[in-house]
């Protein structure tokens, strides 16, 4: 993970650093909050409310396709009622949250002149910074006798999930406001990679709504 973070911002360095010998812009120009809601609901898992945050910058900006490079962070939750914890144990009721380190790479094709509807979709990688989960443990461990001794305790604590890499497909509209532009993009994220495969499996995959603001 470190050597992950490292390689990502290292090519940030560089790019910043190129971009900057040719303009005295700031090299990401555009800025987005967003809600998100899990798509993961079974009959085992409910979806949850998250939020996230991120910068970017849009190559080739004038153009009608633009390459959007950013960094994200995005929190997002779901509910399991049931997971499996070994021969003798179970959870259950167990709420995750993930907080993730997002690199977003993708095409945006623009469509109209003055106020402009897109359609952005590429790759993302996500690093997880922390991982949290909280529920009921359960444990029935066979005694003496052929006696099960029972216990159950609330757990809470480092879910230890592991990293993912997915794609993502978004349709929105940006709106000229004095020197900005408002960008409005609803956008779906798919994880493609398990971050957690032991009997039962945990995903990353959400819908979120994405309100930005885009330096002209």
């Known amino acids: 993970m470190k050597k992950t973070i490292f390689i990502f911002g290292l090519i940030l360095i560089l790019i910043n650093g190129t971009y900057g010998k040719d303009s005295n812009d700031p090299f990401f120009n555009e800025f987005h909050f967003s809600v998100n809601r899990t798509t ?63 690199i977003p790479l993708g095409l945006r094709l623009n469509i109209g002149s003055k106020t402009k509807v897109f359609i952005e979709t590429g ?26 001794n029972y216990f159950e305790k609330k757990i809470e604590g480092n879910a230890g999930l592991s990293n993912s890499v997915g794609v993502y497909i978004g349709l929105g509209v940006r709106i000229p406001i004095s020197r900005f532009e408002l960008i409005i993009k609803p956008e779906y994220k798919y994880g493609i990679y398990k971050l957690y495969s032991y009997q039962d499996v945990i995903l990353n995959r959400y819908f979120r709504i994405n309100i930005g603001l885009k330096i002209k």
């Open 123 to 148: 790759g993302f990688a996500d690093i997880v910074i922390y991982s949290h989960k909280s529920g009921t443990y359960h444990s029935y461990q066979p005694g003496e006798n052929n006696n099960i």
């Open 40 to 102: 993961l609901r079974n009959e085992n898992t409910q979806d949850r409310y998250g939020f996230g945050f991120g910068v970017y910058h849009s190559f080739m900006s004038k153009k009608m396709v633009n390459i959007i490079f950013g960094i994200e962070y995005n929190r997002t939750s779901q509910f399991k009622k049931y997971m499996y914890e070994g021969h003798f144990a179970h959870s259950t009721d167990v709420t995750y949250n993930l907080n993730c380190f997002s």
